[in-house]
């Protein structure tokens, strides 16, 4: 009787070993998919065929930055500039 108690106990541990285990695996692989996800948004990735090539993070921000540069009317700011003369707002009212 003891051998068998013995026997189910082990069964029931090696259960619970592999049980976890594979939770432990699944949640790795769930996140390792997230950081490579996160790695190619970050990176970008090249054009490829019939699939456009994405910017990277740090070239995308580099369009933004110039967005926000005057560079004699073709930037935003510029944009932004000229509606705040023609609708009056870059003067205060009283």
Known sequence: MDLILT????IGVLAGAVSGLALGGRWMIRTLRKVDRFLE?????PARDGVPGRPGVMARLA?????LRP???ASMR????????VT???H???
């Open 41 to 45: 948004d970050w990176n970008g990735e």
């Open 71 to 73: 560079n004699g009317g």
């Open 88 to 90: 009056g707002a870059d």
């Open 63 to 67: 369009h933004i930055e110039a967005e």
């Open 7 to 10: 026997i189910a106990g082990a």
């Open 92 to 94: 205060p009212g009283p």
């Open 78 to 85: 510029d944009e932004i500039r000229r509606i705040h003369h």
